[in-house]
Structure formats: C-alpha cells, structure tokens
C-alpha cells in the first residue's frame, strides 16, 4: 500500500531517511543560546541515502556552483522554509518583514508562474527545502486525519504535497538541505571561489562597501554589482519586473546572488537560465555581507563558522 503521507513515501522506500546535519567547522552554539531551545531540532534534516554527511552536501554543493561557473551553466538553487510554505497554501502569514503577496487572490493568480519555476528548479538547479522533525505532519487516522485536512496548516509537508501535485520529486540531484545553502554561502571556500570574479548581487537594500569587506576578510576580491530589485510583491509580480531587473545586469557574470523573499524561485530560475550562471537564493546570507544581521533578528543556524 502506497503511504499517504508525502514524508512516508519519500522515506519508506529507503531513499531518504532524516539525520542530523553535521558539518565539519559550523558553531551552531552561539544560535541555540539565544533562541528557543526547541530550534536544536532543525539540525536534523532530510538526508539522501548516497550522501554521507552534511560535509558532504556542502562539498556537493560547492563542486555544482565551481562547476556551473566554469562550463557556464544555468545552476538555480532556491531554498523554502515558513514563508514559502504559508505561500502555497494561500495563507498571507506570508507576508513577514517585506510584503510578499496583496491577497490570495494575487496568489493564485501567480501559481502557474511558480508552478512552472519549480519545474525548471527541479531539471535544472537545486530545491533546498527546510524539512525537520518540527515542521512536518504526524501521521494521523480516523476522525483525527479527516479533522486535519479541514484545518491543515502550511508546513514542510503540505509543501512537499504541493510538489507532488505539480509533478516535481525530490531526489538525489535536485535536492539539498535548506542549511546546507547557508552553510556554503556563508565558508571561506565560497569567498575564495569569487576572488577575481563577477558577482551581481540583486537586492532591495545592499551595501557595496560592506559586501566587498565580508569578501575582504577571507582574502577575496571578487568585483560586484549591485542591481536594485523591489522590496515587495515580487513573488506575485515578477513577470511585470523582470525584464526591467535583468536588463540591468551587467554582461558577463560569473554568479548572481538574489534576496527577493519568496519571488526569489522565478527570479533565480530566469536569471540562471538567461545569464547561463548560478543564481542563489542566498536570504540571511545577505544581510551578513550587508552587515545587516538585525534583519535577520540575530546569527542563523549553520552560518558561524569556527
């Protein structure tokens, strides 16, 4: 019998499993001492059965990004957490620090718009979901599983439910956990990757100066342009904006990184595929290049590297 579950069948069969996300270098200390105890959970995540440890994934992940850059490839990795979850399940809890959607209504209407970015996510770059213990569904029977259906909540599962609706599986090439981006973007080794290349980093509210000390620090100087991009509604209004934001990036990159909330999937997708480049929902990361970590309310998981 086929589990009903999206968790339990992309675990029974072995494929996945859950485990804890150990990368060698990472001081998750400092987070958990100032934040709810409960976040220890979070290092948990999904696991593919063929990668080793969460060392690995952010080697794995490094290697695609070198990769990328040098046969000039489109390479999208877009991570979804809270935000993205609420969003697909026309929930405007959304809408956090920026607005990211007017109405479900707006929702809906830009469905087919990510529908068809995930698709190309998925062939293309790198799905990054946040899916830890705390914020799946526990499997449920009887009167209790038809109850949650009438109240079901976003999380990872109804986000990975989604997935399997619009015909996108998880696996082992398109799949990579949600802080094994923080952890790459935020190493020694992705600086150095940059020295001497061209980043453009597309954001509502950057820092030239600050961006090019955090490089600095590890002894990179990579040559940056900053592309000004809307701090709202770009999740459901992209398509009107993208040809402005895109004409304005320079020819000739080597890597975009994008803050663009949830509206970072389409514009990852189509600037990847237009620049033939990575393309990197890069989030929190931004704000510790922008030296804007108050954004974030503090230092993130798997962002402190020892």
């Not at 593919?48 to 690995?56: E, K, Q, W, Y």
């Not at 990575?278 to 503090?298: I, T």
Request: hydrophobic content about 40%.
């Amino acid at each position: 019998m086929i589990p009903s579950d999206p968790i339990e069948r992309l675990t029974s069969g072995g494929a996945f499993s859950f485990r804890k996300l150990d990368i060698s270098g990472i001081d998750n200390d400092p987070v958990f001492r100032v934040n709810d105890p409960k976040m220890i959970r979070e290092e948990t995540c999904l696991f593919h059965r063929d990668v080793a440890s969460g060392t690995d994934y952010v080697k794995r992940l490094g290697d695609r990004v070198a990769g990328a850059i040098a046969r000039r490839e489109p390479l999208p990795v877009v991570r979804f957490a809270d935000g993205e979850y609420a969003f697909y399940h026309f929930d405007l809890a959304c809408n956090g620090l920026y607005q990211q959607a007017e109405s479900q209504s707006a929702i809906r209407k830009a469905l087919p718009m990510h529908a068809e970015a995930l698709r190309e996510l998925a062939r293309t770059g790198l799905l990054a979901p946040l899916i830890f213990p705390g914020n799946i569904e526990e499997p449920a029977a009887g009167w209790k599983a038809l109850f949650r259906r009438w109240r079901r909540r976003p999380s990872a599962t109804t986000f990975l439910r989604y997935l399997e609706e619009t015909g996108i599986p998880l696996t082992r090439e398109n799949y990579v956990p949600f802080y094994a981006v923080y952890a790459y973007f935020s190493s020694a080794a992705f600086a150095r990757l940059m020295d001497g290349c061209r980043l453009a980093i597309l954001n509502s509210d950057s820092d030239g100066t600050a961006c090019a000390r955090w490089f600095e620090a590890y002894g990179s100087r990579p040559q940056i342009e900053l592309v000004e991009i809307p701090n709202s509604y770009v999740a459901t209004r992209w398509n009107d904006m993208k040809e402005d934001v895109l004409s304005r990036v320079p020819t000739g990159m080597d890597l975009l990184l994008v803050g663009a909330g949830i509206g970072a999937l389409p514009v990852c997708v189509d600037a990847a595929s237009r620049f033939s480049i990575p393309a990197v929902d890069a989030g929190h990361v931004l704000n510790m290049m922008n030296d804007r970590v108050d954004k974030s309310n503090g230092a993130r998981l798997f962002t402190l590297w020892k």
